[in-house]
């Protein structure tokens, strides 16, 4: 099976514009989670999506907003973007694990530079 | 809130060497999941291993195994036969089964150790 895809890869903005990162989840998975990376905050949580619908959502402010489509494919956008918005973002199509849990595989990540 | 603590900021081995890296959590929570990632230069996030909190065997992946300790919260990594290729970026991270809402598809991650490999 094809890996997690996420496009583009690279990616330079300017203050105040608006960004949309894809993510195209292993044929199958259903569930879909974004997370930031950077130096200073490390890893952290966005939200995830099954099913076109968001089930969970992380600490961020409301530029950041997601969604998915009927095929599982997902979008991030973040509107008037900050200096601080650079970042690594990932995205993790998920299976399902008996109990309850998910094991997550990351795609390769989208590099988001402001300036 | 679940945390992740990785104590250890940089760690070196030898080619062919074993290393241990450290993590501890807090949790309430009785059944969960914890992961240890691999990240390279690359970027690219690998899965390295997975054990269930209601397991009591250690889980292991080839040259990778763990040292689940679940009344102490810790969770460590341990690599044998130390690969060039191991060089890498490793995270511990927390999930908890998906219940009520709140944790759907969240990992909570540690900040890192970052693992060299010398020949």
């Known amino acids: 099976k094809a890996g997690v895809t996420q496009t583009p890869r690279y990616l330079i903005k300017t203050r105040g514009q608006q960004v949309t990162l894809s993510c195209s989840p292993i044929?199958?998975?259903?569930?879909v989670s974004w997370y930031q990376q950077t130096p200073g905050q490390g890893l952290q949580f966005l939200f995830e999506?099954?099913?076109?619908?968001?089930?969970n959502k992380g600490n961020f402010p409301g530029r950041f907003s997601g969604r998915q489509f009927s095929n599982s494919r997902s979008e991030m956008n973040v509107s008037t973007l900050e200096l601080g918005d650079s970042a690594l973002y990932l995205c993790?199509?998920?299976?399902?694990?008996?109990?309850?849990?998910?094991?997550?595989?990351f795609g390769p990540g989208t590099r988001l530079t402001v300036t | 809130a679940q945390t992740v603590t990785q104590s250890q900021p940089e760690m070196s081995v030898q080619e062919a060497e074993t290393v241990t890296l450290s993590c501890t959590y807090d949790t309430s929570e009785n059944n969960y999941y914890l992961f240890w990632y691999k990240q390279p230069p690359s970027r690219q996030m690998i899965l390295v291993i997975r054990q269930e909190a209601y397991k009591q065997q250690n889980a292991t992946e080839n040259r990778f195994s763990v040292n689940f300790q679940k009344a102490a919260k810790s969770f460590s990594l341990k690599i044998s036969d130390s690969q060039l290729g191991d060089t890498a970026m490793y995270f511990c991270?927390?999930?908890?089964?998906?219940?009520?809402?709140?944790?759907?598809?969240?990992?909570?991650f540690g900040q890192g150790t970052i693992l060299t490999v010398h020949p």
């Open positions: 044929s199958g998975h259903r569930s």
């Open positions: 999506y099954f099913s076109e619908t968001q089930r």
């Open positions: 993790a199509s998920s299976l399902p694990l008996a109990g309850g849990s998910y094991e997550q595989y």
């Open positions: 991270a927390f999930m908890k089964p998906n219940a009520g809402g709140t944790s759907y598809g969240k990992l909570t």
